[in-house]
């Protein structure tokens, strides 16, 4: 297999790896465990089930791993492109990753209140309880936070795509369109929280172009022939022909 081949078909199944990860350790599984607004139900089902919301912690870092992976590799099939873009593009999923792993802190916070260790004694069971929740909170506020970067990365992501002239340009259009997608569903989720659900579930079908596209590397890749024609040509280094 061509490795320029290879590396787009690699990143196609890690692209389309973290949809079912995301899923199942961003939403699956703290709502099986988690009960809104109830610290002591919520402290229950964490104490009793505590290795599976461990379990629950390493997941999500392990999927920012993934995303981190992603980036890498999308650099190397794109970044002859356009290097300055490729390279911001890498940037904003540094960021996001970052966000990502500081926001394990909190679930972490969470399962030590839970337990309630020998230096908390000091602090009673519902406060324990309360602050647990808190840090809970912030974690999912973290990640609504995240949910920009999920989308601002797309921007140069798609312009790359849509110049390469070795994947179809509606992918690329399609890819900058689901960041718009990400960054106004995370607007609303701060701005108008109670309307994050309505405009979450309004925006799938937008964000659904993350998922073409790596099902278009995984199952197809890039076209050699152009490919390489574009390797010939000398690497853009500005935006300024965008």
């Not at 350790?25 to 089930?49: D, Q, T």
């Not at 970052?98 to 926001?103: E, I, P, R």
């Not at 909190?106 to 309880?129: T, V, Y």
Request: a neutral charge; hydrophobic letters at 55%.
């Amino acid at each position: 297999m061509h490795p320029v081949a290879k590396t787009a078909r690699i990143a196609g199944a890690l692209y389309l790896s973290t949809l079912p990860l995301a899923v199942y350790f961003w939403s699956y599984l703290p709502g099986k465990l988690i009960v809104r607004g109830n610290g002591a139900a919520s402290a229950e089902n964490i104490r009793a089930h505590e290795i599976l919301f461990r379990f629950s912690i390493l997941g999500d870092l392990f999927t920012h791993i993934i995303l981190l992976c992603l980036a890498f590799l999308l650099y190397r099939l794109l970044s002859n492109v356009n290097w300055m873009q490729a390279f911001v593009m890498v940037g904003f999923v540094l960021v996001s990753t970052a966000v990502g792993f500081f926001g394990a802190l909190n679930s972490i916070a969470a399962l030590m209140l839970f337990r309630g260790a020998d230096f908390l004694a000091a602090i009673d069971q519902p406060q324990r309880e309360a602050m647990a929740m808190f840090f809970i909170r912030l974690h999912t506020q973290g990640f609504l936070v995240n949910e920009v970067f999920s989308g601002l990365w797309l921007f140069p992501l798609g312009l790359l795509v849509y110049r390469s002239g070795f994947l179809p340009r509606f992918l690329g259009v399609w890819l900058f369109i689901a960041g718009c997608g990400w960054v106004v569903v995370s607007v609303i989720a701060l701005l108008f929280p109670q309307y994050y659900d309505t405009a979450f579930s309004y925006a799938q079908p937008v964000v659904l172009g993350e998922m073409v596209f790596a099902l278009w590397l995984f199952v197809k890749g890039p076209n050699l022939q152009a490919y390489a024609s574009n390797q010939s040509l000398e690497p853009s280094s500005s935006w300024s022909d965008v």
